[in-house]
């Protein structure tokens, strides 16, 4: 492998597993919060046992979030030096408030869990609240950065050297709050189907109407109604992250939907994969002009195709599978939370089939691949820009030779550390069972939070 | 060219900040794992009653201060981008293991030991390699062959200077996170983790003196221009020194303690201590200047854009005005609540 493929693998594989914990960073104290709040309106103690539960789970991701965000935020620097000399110039401005709101974070992060007994219930909300807050505005304003490098903005390059710059016009790139509301939502569905899986599964250990039972029954009650929001809604803004892309990537939604020739009543291309020799889509299913309707809202719209461009600018062709997978699953968690939902409010039974709690344990892991789907999508389909059409990813990386050595190490640091975290939850939860805490919720000497055993 | 110092007056006191809590940081966990077998004293359960709620804020400053170099000095950010690459990575995963282990570690309370074995380590070789980014910035270890600049590794690691640099960086360490830990078990009522800290606290203090003369000692022979640059303020150097003195008497003072007569200023000796580091640091920063990477890149020469750094900058005011009262919300939870401070270990 080049030094230029290596540095490439070795940013993706440090993103690709940040971001696991960061999604669920994100997603996680949003479920925590609205189990809290509901235990302020129904004072059933379940849900502050759930909460705390959750709060667990969360510090243990944390302690693996936190330092591979330490290692992605270096390693830019340290992998691609011509890349971030363009966003220290440019772009600085959501690097440095995301630093604002890693402080929020950290802050209320160890008072809410450190200091949760000896502060007052609101205070406690508010504390969770600035935490969601703290991670949402983390993932939106480092979507920023990568919304930016997709849709530059606020500068400009004359003879090499970067002139009138305007860091807010930078800020406020095009594809700013399409990007980074889908970031954000995605993130909410994943944090909700995660809880989705343990509940499902725990109720298929569980016997039916056991206490132990009823509890994840609520859990994943919970997820649902808010994993079916969220889905819905990262459809619907999907939707528009497509639009933008027609309007300023076109050959990334042309890679995106193995569209070669430039046609209006263009088709939908579902599945298969995309041949360079046959200039087509093989084995997919073709819905006719869906694609320009997408793109534009109507069947006439003129979508672009590759051979517009040069082949040293397309974008790789595998990114039509990343595409569809996301979209699929995206559709496949807007059914099953749809069936849950209406299983219980509306045909009124209290069991769910083995066959559906089976599909929410697989939930949670699609959700993730949903996400790793669309970034790898997302960074790889703009490819060969860095910045595009500014900086290209050749010129902006280090000019450190062995880079192999380098990515091994780092390697077998993911693999440590997913084993320790992944050891030390099974562990953790054995240990203290549901009915463990509930015991020591209703004891009553109210040291739920700091019990760590 | 005002903004450029105001520039790095900012990163100096990003690194200053830094370096003042990643040595709590990492010296309390040094501590926790030094007296974990020790049943009959409770320096470890201080040392992680501070930790546990601190690393994840002290994690954030190093963040903090990577974002400043390359928002402030981009120029220099590419440089040292480029030649930190190794030590960089070597840093990173130590920091991440140690983390992560650190976090690890409060949930397992079976596993404690050994967890806590690893993040003592770590916390122990990080300081040093992150205090060796400073010789390396003095720019004779920098070989530029085609226009490529990379880090001549054999001559770093034989050169007496990086190794002068490398153990202050552990000692000076130990001291203050000692000095600090003293303090902290003072509140706290912990008499026998206080005697312990102090004990080791005068022990380290002389050892980091001389190794700060071993700084002076190798830099003279090996980078001129900043020896000359730092003697230029020698006067402060001896208040400095002055400082560092005052701490050590501040060690055997009498205080009383709630009708106890206890040997020892614990809170002085810190606060010198600090303003030892705090004028040391200026000097050497002050002799650093032009220069943030020697020759080549200087603080004007890697200034980032005018307009790029007002907007910065405004960001600089409006964020830690907000976040000001979290901090002080933070500290009275964590460093003044009495009952924080003194709880019973019952559930530890
Ligand atoms: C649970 C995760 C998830 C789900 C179900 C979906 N997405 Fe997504 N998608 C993401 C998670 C995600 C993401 C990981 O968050 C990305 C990567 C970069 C970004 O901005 O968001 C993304 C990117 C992304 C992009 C590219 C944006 C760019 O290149 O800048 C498009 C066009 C879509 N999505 C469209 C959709 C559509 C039409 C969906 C239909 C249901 C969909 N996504 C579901
Ligand atoms: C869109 C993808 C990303 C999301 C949603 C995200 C979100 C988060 C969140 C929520 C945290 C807090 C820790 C946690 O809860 O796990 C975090 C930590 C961190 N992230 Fe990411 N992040 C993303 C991508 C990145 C990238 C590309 C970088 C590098 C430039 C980065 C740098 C960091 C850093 C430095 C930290 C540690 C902050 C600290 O020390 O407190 N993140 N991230
Ligand atoms: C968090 C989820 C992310 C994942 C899984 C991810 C994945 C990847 C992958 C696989 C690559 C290599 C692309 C290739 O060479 O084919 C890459 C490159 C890159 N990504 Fe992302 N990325 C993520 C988020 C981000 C964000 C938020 C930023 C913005 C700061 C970003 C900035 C970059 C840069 C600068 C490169 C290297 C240059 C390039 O290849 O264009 N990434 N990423």
């Known amino acids: 492998m080049s030094d230029l493929v290596i540095a490439r693998s070795l940013f993706g594989t440090t993103m690709g597993f940040h971001i696991i914990h960061a999604t669920i960073g994100v997603g996680l104290p949003l479920m925590i919060l609205a189990a809290e709040l509901l235990y302020q309106k129904t004072k059933d103690i379940e849900w502050v046992v759930m909460a705390k539960r959750w709060t667990k789970a969360f510090a243990v991701l944390l302690g693996v979030g936190i330092p591979t965000g330490t290692i992605a935020g270096m390693q830019l620097s340290l992998l691609w030096p011509g890349f971030m000399e363009v966003i220290g110039r440019v772009m600085a401005l959501p690097f440095q408030i995301e630093i604002y709101a890693f402080f929020v974070e950290a802050l209320f992060m160890s008072i809410y869990v450190y200091a949760a007994e000896r502060i007052k219930p609101w205070m406690r909300i508010a504390s969770l609240v600035l935490v969601a807050l703290g991670g949402l505005a983390s993932a939106v304003l480092i979507t920023n950065v990568h919304a930016f490098q997709g849709t530059p903005a606020g500068f400009e390059i004359v003879n090499g050297e970067i002139v009138n710059v305007n860091p807010w016009e930078a800020f406020f790139n095009p594809s700013f709050f399409v990007t980074a509301t889908h970031v954000a939502v995605s993130a909410y569905v994943v944090g909700a189907f995660v809880v989705a899986m343990v509940a499902a599964y725990k109720m298929l250990r569980a016997e039916h109407g056991s206490r132990i039972y009823r509890f994840h029954q609520k859990a994943l009650t919970l997820s649902l109604v808010i994993g079916g929001i969220f889905s819905l809604l990262t459809a619907v803004n999907g939707h528009e992250s497509a639009q933008m892309l027609h309007k300023y990537q076109p050959e990334k939604l042309a890679g995106a939907e193995g569209l070669f020739e430039t046609q209006s009543y263009a088709p939908l291309a579902i599945g298969g994969v995309t041949d360079r020799e046959s200039q087509s889509v093989k084995y997919g299913i073709e819905i006719p002009w869906a694609l320009s309707f997408l793109a534009g809202n109507r069947f006439d719209t003129v979508v672009k195709g590759l051979n517009e461009w040069p082949e040293s600018e397309w974008p790789p062709l595998f990114i039509h599978t990343l595409f569809n997978g996301m979209v699929f699953i995206g559709t496949f968690l807007i059914l099953v939370a749809a069936v849950g939902i209406f299983w219980k409010r509306f045909l009124k039974k209290d069991k769910y089939p083995k066959w559906l709690l089976w599909l929410y344990v697989a939930s949670g892991p699609l959700a993730i691949l949903g996400i790793e789907f669309g970034w790898i999508f997302a960074c790889t389909g703009r490819q060969p820009w860095n910045i595009y059409r500014m900086l290209s990813t050749a010129e902006s990386v280090t000019t450190q030779t062995n880079l192999g050595p380098i990515f091994i190490s780092f390697i077998i640091v993911y693999i440590i550390l997913a084993a320790a975290a992944i050891f030390v939850l099974l562990h953790f939860f054995k240990k203290n069972p549901v009915h463990k805490d509930l015991d020591r919720a209703t004891g009553g000497n109210g040291q739920l939070f700091s019990s760590n055993t | ?348």
């Open chain 2, 1 to 348: 060219m005002v903004d450029a110092y105001i520039a790095i007056t900012i990163l100096w006191g990003f690194v200053f900040i830094y370096a003042v809590m990643a040595t709590m940081d990492f010296g309390a966990g040094f501590w926790s794992m030094i007296y974990i077998n020790r049943k009959n004293t409770s320096g470890t359960t201080i040392a992680n009653r501070y930790l546990s709620p601190t690393w994840e804020v002290t994690n954030t400053f190093i963040v903090a201060l990577v974002v400043a170099v390359y928002s402030l000095f981009p120029k220099g950010a590419y440089t040292l981008g480029t030649v930190l690459l190794i030590p960089g990575s070597i840093i990173l995963i130590l920091l991440t293991l140690r983390s992560a282990f650190l976090v690890f570690s409060n949930i397992a309370d079976e596993y404690r030991k050994p967890l806590t074995f690893v993040s003592g380590i770590c916390g122990f070789l990080i300081p040093g390699l992150l205090m060796s980014v400073l010789p390396i910035t003095h720019g004779h270890y920098i070989d530029t062959i085609d226009g490529r600049q990379t880090l001549n590794l054999a001559r770093l690691f034989t050169s007496p200077n990086e190794y002068a640099f490398f153990g202050f960086a552990i000692s000076s360490t130990l001291f203050l996170s000692s000095l600090l830990l003293a303090d902290y078990s003072k509140v706290s009522h912990e008499h026998h983790a206080y005697r312990i800290y102090r004990r080791d606290a005068l022990i380290l203090g002389p050892v980091s003196m001389v190794m700060a003369l071993a700084i002076m000692v190798t830099l003279k022979k090996e980078v001129g221009w900043l020896y000359s640059g730092m003697m230029d303020n020698v006067s402060l150097l001896y208040l400095s020194l002055a400082l560092f003195l005052v701490g050590g008497l501040a060690l055997f003072l009498p205080s009383k303690k709630d009708g106890r007569s206890v040997i020892g200023m614990p809170r002085l000796a810190v606060i010198a201590i600090t303003a030892q580091y705090l004028v040391a640091s200026y000097v050497y920063g002050r002799g650093h200047l032009p220069y943030l990477v020697y020759p080549d890149v200087t603080i004007h020469s890697a200034f980032t854009d005018p307009n790029s750094f007002r907007a910065v900058f405004a960001t600089y005011i409006v964020g830690f005005a907000i976040l000001f009262p979290g901090f002080a919300y933070f500290w009275s939870l964590f460093m003044h609540d009495k009952k924080y401070l003194r709880k019973n270990n019952a559930s530890d």
